[in-house]
């Protein structure tokens, strides 16, 4: 066997053997780095499912440009093992697993988001030429209810509000700023000063 397939081997086996050792030192992921990661495991992990078993859920006009780009179904899958890789992180408190699930969790986040963007301003800008620029901020600032009676018949294209795929940016810049430091937060270091003389 060759030294580059033998190097190639052993690190392999390395990785591997890390996947599955719990480590249980004072330097482990702490509970509240777990807390985070079967957080984002749970999220993933419930909206995959969701896609793969309520599809109907997912059919809105702003989700159009992330299924053209893959379908729900595969969404699904991919949403479900990034969660299962998120979760299996903390379960197993691995950080070498915990930072690729972390990056995992942001990138699928951020194609997300960026579709739902695309999509929605998509909505808003045929609504802003199905009113016309005249009536279109006076619309925005009322409810559907109060609309004249021949936009009343238009509601199916009346745009949705933002706020998903801002929580979902929001996300996204908290995941990626997580990538760095991902199991530590800004008391840690105290935290661990505090509890090494006691052995805990």
């Excluded at 591997?16 to 719990?22: E, M, R, S």
């Excluded at 969404?75 to 697993?97: E, Q």
């Excluded at 109060?146 to 801002?166: C, G, H, K, T």
Aim: aromatic share 12%.
């Amino acid at each position: 066997m060759s030294p580059t397939i033998r190097k190639f081997r052993n690190k392999i086996g390395t990785v591997i053997k890390k996947a599955f050792v719990v480590d249980k030192s004072i330097d482990a992921m702490t509970a509240r780095a777990r807390t985070y990661f079967y957080t984002s495991g749970g999220r993933h992990g419930i909206t995959g499912l969701t896609m793969l078993l309520l599809p109907w859920m997912y059919t809105g006009a702003a989700f159009i440009p992330i299924f053209n780009l893959l379908s729900t179904n595969t969404w699904g899958w991919v949403m479900t093992i990034v969660g299962l890789v998120c979760s299996w992180a903390a379960a197993n408190k691995n950080a070498d697993i915990a930072r690729f699930g972390i990056v995992l969790s942001a990138m699928v986040t951020a194609v997300m988001a960026l579709g739902l963007w695309i999509g929605i301003s998509f909505l808003w800008f045929k609504w802003f030429q199905v009113v016309g620029s005249s009536a279109f901020w006076s619309l925005v600032l009322e409810r559907p209810s109060n609309y004249p009676a021949y936009l009343r018949s238009l509601s199916s294209i009346v745009p949705p509000s933002p706020f998903l795929p801002i929580v979902m940016t929001a996300l996204v810049i908290k995941d990626f700023t997580m990538c760095a430091q991902p199991l530590r937060v800004p008391l840690e270091e105290r935290v661990v000063e505090v509890v090494r003389p006691l052995g805990v």
